[in-house]
């Protein structure tokens, strides 16, 4: 077998199957209020006794951005090395401690445990406070020792700022710069020396320190059990990173500050996703040769064996979206080949004769307004929001001329919001970001309200322009933008890369996928090629093939989202005869799966929830507490906790037999 397509600690094993759980959800006897690294060595007991040989994580990078709840995502890092402090375990330093201190470690223990959910905030304060007891107690002996000393030495280069931007962070109470005293505003060596100097700014420095020091021992070590019973691990590599983040404050020549990147519209979102990150400079990343990307991929291959390179089509291009804007339907690709007007006129379209802003401002007419915000309240949407312009047209009023203003404004019905962001989204084209003569085609423009002004003549000619920028201009140019990053990426270090490329997927993707060898993602109910669903027969070996995601719901909700769908599925793909259940019993879930194992996929990688509700007794009876991520909210609160501890899992020889006689009973079991 190719050495390209092996997993440590495996070798030349062709089939591989696993559990995907984040870090956070998971439940052990030995925790405080949230999963943490060290549980991983029970998961990986359990994975043993089931048959399986690969755990998949989502990341695990710390977040403190907002230093609330909307840290709980694992997507929005403040930096891209460092460990998140959440997932440290206290217990081996809290017997150093004062009997007192012990006694609330134990108190405050006890009650995050009982918690269904995880309350991220207090979990992470709790944390905070006895890690700082544990520095006055131990710090200087650990932050002393030569282990130390090497672990610093190597990581250097992003600790400093990481740890300098956590103290500067909490200081004034805010992650961005913007806010700091100016000398702080991007960082130097000199800002080292400085925060250095004073004793006390270095004893809270030393303190974050001490703790990802601890984190890296400590999820070492866990990796390395893993290891030792023969099971791979996992990793996820986001897309981005925060505008308000240590790797920005320090890089920011690396980031387009200025852009946001997200995803354009799609099952997960109709008006498409705004994370809010910076886009990639890749012009300036390619100076030095990627070396930001090589060294965040030789520390991830320090923990993990194989990657999932999150959105692996934002390395061919990435949605980009102005700051002014909320959602996504005013971005455009970027890097893309946008059109002068003179190519928009070539279709018939009268771009520069009937003005440019007919095509690339908000079209407002009373009807309109009338379909946004309904009949009763325009007298009140044109007095308060639109200035007239003439010929029946208004714009709208300077304090809201941004979809961000419109956000800031305070004492808003929901419905007056979701309106003017639709009138700000009515528009034809969008100007290119970096040259505002060039334009490109405003995403799903063929269903505004401004297009349905046009004639049927100028919808024709629209509607080919419009199929003909988004389904192969761009497509060779996508490809060597590709070529120019993702091999550099992957071949910083030898660890097995596997790409989500769900989404608006160029026909060339899996082309690109394939010859750099990398491994493609497939999720049954969500076909690249508009089917009714993937075609789990022609599943390709250079894949990923899983039930369910984070960003989607586990199968048993998803089972009861849409009737017909589900009866259309149960009759043709599962070729079951009847009425198709209305819940989906143990028999459906374990049907489904075993599909999904039978595929020809390298990695089948099942969701522990999926898993879970193969049995009826360990289920949890409401689908809806399984779900981890809701992608039409920016802001999610991810908190899915198991409602079973690990030792339970791992402990029941019955279920245990159960996964590994079910798997041996696949095409998972032929690993000769």
């Known amino acids: 077998m190719d050495n390209n397509f092996v997993i440590r600690p495996h070798g030349d094993k062709p089939y591989h199957t696993g559990v995907a759980v984040p870090i956070f959800s998971l439940r052990t006897e030995h925790d405080f209020g949230i999963g943490q690294f060290s549980d991983l060595k029970v998961l990986a007991e359990f994975v043993k006794r089931s048959g399986m040989d690969i755990i998949q994580l989502l990341p695990i990078n710390d977040t403190t951005i907002f230093m609330n709840w909307k840290d709980s995502s694992p997507y929005r890092a403040v930096s891209v090395f460092a460990l998140h402090p959440i997932y440290l375990n206290l217990s081996p330093y809290i017997d150093e401690l004062s009997a007192s201190l012990k006694k609330q470690y134990a108190s405050e223990k006890k009650s995050l445990n009982q918690l269904k959910q995880i309350d991220y905030e207090k979990t992470l304060a709790l944390k905070w406070k006895f890690a700082g007891e544990i520095y006055k107690k131990s710090g200087k002996a650990i932050l002393g020792s030569k282990k130390f000393d090497a672990f610093f030495l190597e990581n250097q280069a992003w600790i400093k700022p990481y740890v300098a931007f956590c103290y500067l962070r909490d200081h004034f109470v805010s992650a961005d710069s913007a806010n700091w005293d100016k000398k702080y505003e991007i960082y130097s060596e000199s800002v080292w020396i400085d925060l250095m100097s004073d004793s006390k700014i270095a004893d809270q420095i030393n303190l974050s320190l001490m703790v990802q020091y601890l984190l890296h021992l400590q999820l070492k070590e866990a990796v390395d059990f893993c290891h030792s019973l023969g099971i791979a691990v996992k990793g996820d590599i986001s897309v981005g990173v925060d505008r308000k983040s240590a790797d920005a404050w320090a890089n920011p020549d690396l980031f387009n500050l200025d852009m946001q990147a997200g995803a354009p519209p799609d099952p997960f979102s109709a008006v498409g996703q705004n994370w809010e990150f910076p886009t990639y400079n890749w012009d300036k990343m ?92 325009r007298d009140y949407i044109v007095s308060q929001f639109l200035d007239y312009t003439g010929d029946g047209n208004y714009r709208l009023k300077a304090f809201v001329d941004t979809q961000r203003k419109v956000e800031s404004l305070a004492d808003t019905p929901d419905w007056l919001i979701e309106g003017l962001y639709r009138l700000h989204e009515n528009v034809i084209f969008v100007r290119d970001h970096q040259n505002q003569f060039m334009y490109h085609p405003r995403i799903k423009m063929l269903e505004t309200l401004s297009f349905r002004e046009f004639g049927d003549e100028f919808k024709h000619k629209l509607e080919r322009l419009y199929n003909d920028y988004f389904y192969g201009r761009n497509y060779g140019f996508w490809e060597e933008q590709a070529y120019k990053k993702l091999p550099a990426i992957k071949g910083a270090t030898d660890m097995l890369a596997c790409g989500e490329d769900l989404g608006m997927v160029p026909d060339n993707v899996p082309n690109v996928m394939w010859n750099l060898q990398i491994l493609r993602l497939i999720i049954e109910r969500m076909p690249a090629d508009g089917d009714f669903v993937s075609d789990l027969v022609y599943t390709p070996y250079l894949s990923v093939v899983t039930t369910s995601s984070h960003d989607t719901t586990p199968l048993r909700m998803w089972w009861e989202e849409d009737r017909a769908f589900t009866q259309r599925y149960y009759n043709e793909i599962m070729h079951w005869g009847g009425e198709a259940p209305q819940f989906a019993e143990p028999e459906i879930i374990q049907e489904i799966v075993k599909r999904t194992l039978n595929t020809e996929a390298m990695l089948a990688i099942i969701p522990l929830q999926d898993w879970l509700d193969m049995t009826g007794d360990l289920r949890i009876e409401n689908p809806a507490e399984e779900r981890i991520n809701n992608p039409e909210h920016t802001y999610h609160y991810w908190r899915y906790r198991l409602h079973l501890n690990l030792e339970e899992l791992r402990d029941n020889e019955g279920l245990t037999d159960f996964y590994h006689q079910f798997i041996a009973n696949t095409r998972r079991s032929k690993n000769e």
Do not use: C, Q
Request: no cysteine; charged share 30%.
């Open 286 to 377: 390619a100076e030095d040769g990627y070396d930001w990307w090589t060294r965040r991929m030789k520390s991830m291959a320090e923990y993990f064996d194989a990657y999932r390179l999150d959105h692996i089509l934002g390395f061919f291009r990435i949605w980009e979206i102005p700051a002014t804007a909320v959602r996504g339907l005013l971005g455009h690709f970027s890097p893309a080949l946008a059109m002068p007007d003179w190519e928009i006129e070539n279709y018939g379209i009268p771009f520069r004769a009937w003005g440019i802003e007919r095509f690339t401002e908000p079209f407002i007419k009373d009807w309109v307004i009338d379909e946004y915000f309904g009949r009763d309240n």
